[in-house]
């Protein structure tokens, strides 16, 4: 069965950076893209980055382009964020998620909690 | 940026029919995709491409699309769908990114 398992969160100052870790199984990981969304606490859902199935191309909101790195390794089948110059507007759980075709986000990771806070 | 605009709430009774809009000026172009999501769990998707239904997810939840504007509705609402209902779409930019709406709680009672 496919699972999506992030690690990494924690409390971060503000500023510091961090490395969030979203490991995957039960499907061919190198054939997917894959995203990042994160959600504030009582806040809705906010795409954070997206790199396709091969890391050839990426994209960023602009609330994080330039701070945020999005990265795989198909060879571990893993998906990274490194996140750096943290703010506590980053403060959110942070999913990694599947895009399929035609289905999108049809599996997601349970989050990992980022606290950015002095 | 591109924004998708849903209503902060929908309340119904138990067995009625509720329903969830979400607009946007791209989807007359792009599909929408619906998420919902209970209290501290992860999304689930429940219709994709306007109208397709994942396998698993119970028959009263369809959707449509129209002009701007995309619909979810349940038919026949239980106090299990009570949860917050997310829609998704992308521009016609061809940014990868694509955006969610505000997101809708969905209250049964």
């Known amino acids: 069965q496919v699972q999506l398992v992030e690690s990494g969160g924690g409390v971060v100052q503000p500023g510091r950076a961090l490395r969030l870790s979203c490991e995957a199984s039960?499907?061919?990981?190198?054939?997917?893209?894959m995203h990042w969304v994160r959600q504030a606490p009582g806040r809705g859902l906010e795409g954070v980055a997206v790199i396709s199935y091969d890391g050839s191309n990426k994209y960023y909101a602009d609330s994080v382009k330039g701070r945020f790195t999005i990265s795989r390794d198909n060879s571990k089948n893993t998906l990274y964020l490194q996140m750096n110059s943290l703010r506590p507007e980053d403060t959110a759980v942070y999913y990694c998620a599947r895009d399929s075709i035609p289905e999108k986000f049809d599996y997601w990771g349970q989050g990992t909690l980022v606290t950015v806070s002095s | 940026s591109y924004e998708l605009t849903q209503p902060p709430s929908v309340s119904v009774s138990p067995g009625q029919t509720a329903r969830i809009t979400c607009s946007g000026d791209?989807?007359?172009?792009?599909?929408a995709y619906w998420y919902q999501q209970k209290s501290g769990r992860a999304p689930v998707l429940v219709i994709y491409?306007?109208?397709k239904r994942p396998s698993g997810i119970p028959e009263r939840f369809s959707g449509s699309s129209s002009g701007t504007m995309a619909t979810l509705t349940i038919s026949g609402a239980q106090v299990e769908d009570e949860a917050d209902y997310y829609c998704y779409s992308t521009d016609t930019s061809g940014n990868q990114g694509g955006v969610f709406g505000g997101g809708t709680k969905l209250t049964v009672l």
């Open positions: 039960g499907f061919t990981f190198s054939s997917y893209s």
């Open positions: 791209a989807l007359p172009k792009k599909y």
């Open positions: 491409e306007d109208t």
